[in-house]
Each structure stands twice: as structure tokens, then as C-alpha cells.
């Protein structure tokens, strides 16, 4: 049967039972996640790296509880991605089928500075950018799936306000976990500079709408799973600007106190990863990163 343009199906990823694939994304052994031309504007060529941008708190918690969580939907901020989200629906048969997510941003070092101010306006906890390994990440939830979730793994399709009004309709019915997950990744072309991907979990179980997570246990992180955590990128030189100095100063001091925490993950032996911070403003080196 000839697939609809602009529509994705979802493929089992390699050998894991529980993880399924856009046929969108090409995943290639031993080279990780790569882009299928067409995805986003890239060619398959351009290598997928896959970060999240988050509370360092909220790092420490999944970390130290060996959990990783997917978010309720309903968290989403912008209204044009909940037109279809159903906290419960019947799909094929299925009663009382699910969706919760976790999203990520993909190459997105072009948009970085956005990112960083985004992500820390108006926070008091720092933020860091914590990189994933995506096979190792998707090969532990497919471990501990325990028949009760399954877990899909798609890009985000950047449409016009106009057109995904188009798709909707007055008593909306899905044909399939596909057609449901199409439309859960739908989003305005307005935020198409954060190049997101979004790993969905299923499962069939009566969730409420104030059940804000689903939450895997048992999830090691001292395997490989996170490869790096950057931190913010602070200016390494001085301004003659004293409001700018006194900035820099405490930019400092909070990324000093930041890399302790992350430290005493890795001493503990929870986490085994990298620790970097953004280059951002470094004017004298080309590396995106420096490591301490």
C-alpha cells in the first residue's frame, strides 16, 4: 500500500520489542540516529545529537532515583500541539491508551544561545544541557518496558497555524496509534528553530489529568546513557563594564557550584559522562565546548 505523503509510520527500532521508529528517522548500527532527507530541512548525512536542556535539580532526581520521565502533555505550553491530545482514547480497539513524552532538542547548536536564554529566564536553579546516547537510552527503556509501555521515536512536522486547523474536526476519531502520534506532531512553524524530537510512551492504562508523569525505573546512568552535560557559557574575558563584570562573576560561581553537584553524581558512581561548558562566547577558540 502506498504510504500518504507527509504522514510517518512508525517501525520497530532493530531488535527492541518495545521501541518503534518514524520511518522519517534512519538509524543506522553503529553510527546512531541520523537524518532521512527530508526530515526537517537536513540531509541524511548530517549527524542527530539529541540534548534536553533542564533543571540541574531535576537531572540529580532522575539520576539518584535511577528513573527517567516522561511528562504529562498537558505540560505542553502551546495550545496548537493539545487540539488532539486525549488524556485517554480509544484507538483500534484499544480503550484507555495514553500518551506521555519527553522532548528534545536535535542538532541544535546553531540555535544555542536561544536555548540557554529560553531555558534559564527567570530560574533561580541552574540549567544544564544534558547530551543522550540515543541507542543505549532507547535500548535501557526497551529493558524495562514490562509489557506495559511501548515507546516511539519521531520528529516534530512544522506546519502553518492554518493548516493543522485544517486537521482538525468535531469528534475526532483515530484510526490508529500512527495516525494518533501524526497528529500529536504537529506544531507551528514558529517554533521551528528548536528542531525538536520527542520520544512518546504508550501505555493502556486510565491515566488522570493530574497524573503529570510516567515514570521507568531501574534506569542506570552510569552506562553510557548520558554522554555529556554542558554548562551555561559564561564570558572568560573582562567588559570594563562593571553591571557586565558582576555578571560574569556570578556566572562563574553558579557553573563552579553546578560542576560540584554533577561531580558528586559521578563520585557516587551514579553517572559516567563528560563535563563541559558552552564556548558560546569565546572569541579566541573554535571548539563549541571546553571541558574543565
Not at 521508529?21 to 526530515?39: C, M, Q, R
Not at 548525512?45 to 540534548?51: A, G, P
Not at 486510565?206 to 534506569?219: F, G, W
Amino acid at each position: 500500500m502506498e504510504k500518504k505523503p507527509g504522514k510517518q509510520n512508525f517501525l520497530r527500532y532493530n531488535n527492541l520489542n518495545h521501541v518503534f521508529k518514524s520511518d522519517k528517522l534512519k538509524i543506522v548500527k553503529g553510527t546512531g540516529v541520523k537524518y532521512e532527507k527530508g526530515f526537517n530541512g537536513n540531509n541524511e548525512d548530517n549527524n542527530l545529537v539529541i540534548s534536553k536542556y533542564t533543571k540541574l535539580n531535576h537531572l540529580e532526581k532522575s539520576v539518584r532515583n535511577s528513573s527517567f520521565y516522561f511528562n504529562n502533555a498537558l505540560e505542553w505550553l502551546d495550545p496548537f500541539e493539545l487540539l488532539f491530545y486525549r488524556p485517554n482514547v480509544t484507538i483500534d480497539g484499544q480503550e484507555n491508551v495514553s500518551i506521555f513524552a519527553s522532548c528534545f532538542a536535535c542538532n541544535d547548536i546553531d540555535n544555542e544561545e536561544g536555548f540557554w536564554q529560553i531555558w534559564s529566564k527567570g530560574e533561580k536553579e541552574p540549567i544544564v544541557r544534558v547530551t543522550y546516547n540515543v541507542n543505549k537510552l532507547l535500548s535501557t527503556l526497551n529493558d524495562h518496558a514490562d509489557n506495559l509501555y511501548n515507546y516511539y521515536l519521531a520528529g516534530m512536522e512544522y506546519k502553518s497555524r492554518e493548516s493543522i486547523l485544517k486537521e482538525k474536526c468535531e469528534n475526532q476519531q483515530f484510526t490508529s496509534i500512527d495516525d494518533y502520534l501524526n497528529k500529536l506532531c504537529l506544531k507551528r512553524n514558529a517554533y521551528k528553530y528548536e528542531n525538536e524530537l520527542r520520544l512518546f510512551v504508550k501505555t493502556e492504562s486510565n491515566i488522570n489529568n493530574i497524573d503529570s508523569h510516567i515514570v521507568i525505573n531501574n534506569i542506570s546512568y552510569n552506562n553510557g546513557v548520558i554522554t555529556e552535560i554542558t554548562l551555561p557559557p559564561a564570558e572568560p574575558f573582562g567588559n570594563n563594564n562593571p553591571a557586565k563584570d558582576k555578571m560574569k562573576e556570578y556566572q562563574e560561581c553558579l557553573n563552579s557550584l553546578t560542576k560540584q553537584r554533577i561531580e558528586s553524581l559521578i563520585k557516587d558512581g551514579l553517572l559516567n559522562c563528560k563535563i563541559n561548558q558552552s564556548a558560546l562566547y569565546c572569541i579566541n577558540i573554535k571548539k563549541r565546548t571546553y571541558t574543565f
